[in-house]
């Protein structure tokens, strides 16, 4: 009896509904809530699997006192999950989609652009400056933000401000705020307080007039191994088609600008009525020089989407196979459409300029 009941469960302990997914993510807090996000609608979606969150450091959560934009490196934040994934220790790994970059390793590929949060960037403001602006609070006083496109846009927007780099997670970003006398705000996203439960905190929200957002903000990528269709098939039904297209056309922006953390590159994207609209700009550092645009594009959704063997199956290194590849198309070439109308204008020289300035400093 003894050895039919191993049998039996060894059988059980190999069957389709004990098989676990390892899900790789970042140690912070927030990466964690994200994380538990995505497992949980899975979990819905596919109960008869299981999932193990597994937590690792990656190279923008070791280096805390260097500006990101300084760094050098364009995938801070991916490179060691991309390692686990690529070792088969992680079946797949949930990301900041703005955290990805535009161009990914051959091996790998977004397999779902999960529903935006806000997009936004938000003010937080140290309690003694609660119920302020950022044009009404004091002559010189300083805002945080590691962000070279926020502090451009900031700057020229609101030039009485100064604006110094701040590093490390959501919480010690407060902290830091609350605790020293250092900053009078701190610019956040709206999406990473909503999803820490700390709405409260926000004292302004920056609309795109004031603010644009960067590629990706408020969306969540799943990344998993680019030939492992099993757990393509899996993750494809968390794909919001809306944000999936807005992201597409802001990833194909970026990369046709060869922009990344390095330089100021903007954004804010619509769909609204069959039509997808994007703007897009690029700044010097200091602000003061700008070009931006916007171009839109219909979207034609045909009522049955067949892939044929001529397609390269990832776009700005998403792979959605269950959206209609047209929609995709026109969402990518509107990217890069209002990227070379930058260009031709003389875009490219603002970001060198930037990027240069940057390098140097």
């Known amino acids: ?56 450091s990656t190279t923008g959560d070791k280096i805390l006192d260097v500006a990101l934009s300084k760094i050098g490196e364009k995938s801070l934040f991916t490179k060691e999950l991309e390692y686990a994934l690529d070792k088969e220790e992680v079946d797949l790994v949930v990301h900041s989609l703005k955290d990805v970059p535009t161009v990914l390793p051959p091996a790998f590929t ?12 938000v003010v937080v403001f140290h309690p003694k400056f609660v119920g302020k602006t950022l044009e009404t609070l004091p002559e010189k006083s300083v ?92 993750v494809a039904v968390l794909h919001d088609p809306e944000t999936l297209l807005c992201c597409i056309a802001e990833r194909a922006f970026l990369r046709q600008l060869e922009g990344g953390c390095s330089v100021p590159v903007a954004v804010h994207t619509t769909l609204k009525d069959g039509q997808l ?3 897009g700009g690029v700044w010097s550092l200091d602000g ?17 989407h067949e892939a044929g063997p001529e397609d390269d199956p990832q776009l700005v290194g998403i792979t959605a196979q269950n959206i209609p590849r047209v929609a995709q198309l026109a969402a990518e070439n509107l990217g890069i459409s209002l990227a070379n109308l930058l260009l031709n204008r003389g875009a490219k020289s603002i970001l060198d300029v930037a990027r240069q300035l940057n390098d140097a400093h």
């Not at 009896?1 to 676990?20: C, D, L, T």
Request: proline share 3%.
């Open 1 to 56: 009896m003894s050895g039919n009941g191993s049998a039996a469960s060894a059988v059980a302990e190999n069957s389709p509904k004990m098989r676990v997914i390892r899900v790789g993510t970042r140690k912070s807090q927030l990466a964690r809530i994200q994380t538990d996000c995505v497992v949980s609608a899975l979990k819905a979606l596919h109960p008869g699997l299981r999932f193990e969150i597994i937590a690792m």
């Open 288 to 304: 003061s020089e700008t070009m931006q645009d916007t171009m839109q594009t219909t979207i034609h959704v045909p009522a049955q």
């Open 110 to 121: 977004i397999g779902a652009v999960c529903k935006r949060e806000d997009p936004r960037d």
């Open 277 to 279: 609209y994007l703007t």
């Open 143 to 234: 805002v945080g933000t590691s962000s070279l496109r926020r502090m451009a846009q900031l700057h020229r927007k609101f030039p009485h401000l100064e604006f110094k780099s701040i590093r490390g997670n959501l919480s010690t970003r407060l902290q830091k705020l609350d605790e020293l006398q250092e900053f009078s705000a701190i610019i956040l996203a709206a999406a990473g307080l909503q999803r820490m439960g700390w709405q409260s905190r926000v004292g302004q929200i920056l609309h795109p007039e004031e603010c644009m957002y960067a590629v990706g903000q408020g969306a969540l990528g799943v990344e998993v191994r680019a030939r492992d269709q099993d757990i393509l098939d899996l």
